[in-house]
Nanobody, 124 residues
Framework: QVQLVESGGGLVQAGGSLRLSCAASERTFSSGVMGWFRQCPGREREFVAGINWAIDSTDYGDSVKGRFTISRDSAKNTLYLQMNSLKPEDTAVYYC?????????????????WGQGTLVAVSS
């Protein structure tokens, strides 16, 4: 497994922006998919965005399309999530995750490695 460490969460007002980062412990991302998920208490982990590392193709959950952008810096082995126009319903713990095979999958069960999570709280 790969060690992933998220950062960048915090408290922000509705309409504001945050950028999350996810640093990987080793250079293992010549292929595979990295993704962002989020989870609220009592709810299942929800797909937010994913990126095919090798070809830089992306996909987004319907609730964040047009507001969030996933990107990666291969030289730094770091994944990002730029979140704009934040809404109170975006409040959750955000996790980055990795799976070694090509193809973005929305189910969290397909991912092998997970970070510890970072809390994003959006006030109205």
């Amino acid at each position: 497994q790969v060690q992933l460490v998220e950062s960048g969460g915090g408290l922000v007002q509705a309409g504001g922006s945050l950028r999350l980062s996810c640093a990987a412990s080793e250079r293992t991302f010549s292929s595979g998919v990295m993704g962002w998920f989020r989870q609220c208490p009592g709810r299942e982990r929800e797909f937010v965005a994913g990126i095919n590392w090798a070809i830089d193709s992306t996909d987004y959950g319907d609730s964040v399309k047009g507001r969030f952008t996933i990107s990666r810096d291969s030289a730094k082995n770091t994944l990002y999530l730029q979140m704009n126009s934040l809404k109170p319903e975006d409040t959750a713990v955000y996790y980055c995750a990795w799976k070694p095979t090509y193809g973005i999958i929305y189910s969290y069960t397909a991912y092998d490695s997970w970070g510890q999570g970072t809390l994003v709280a959006v006030s109205s």
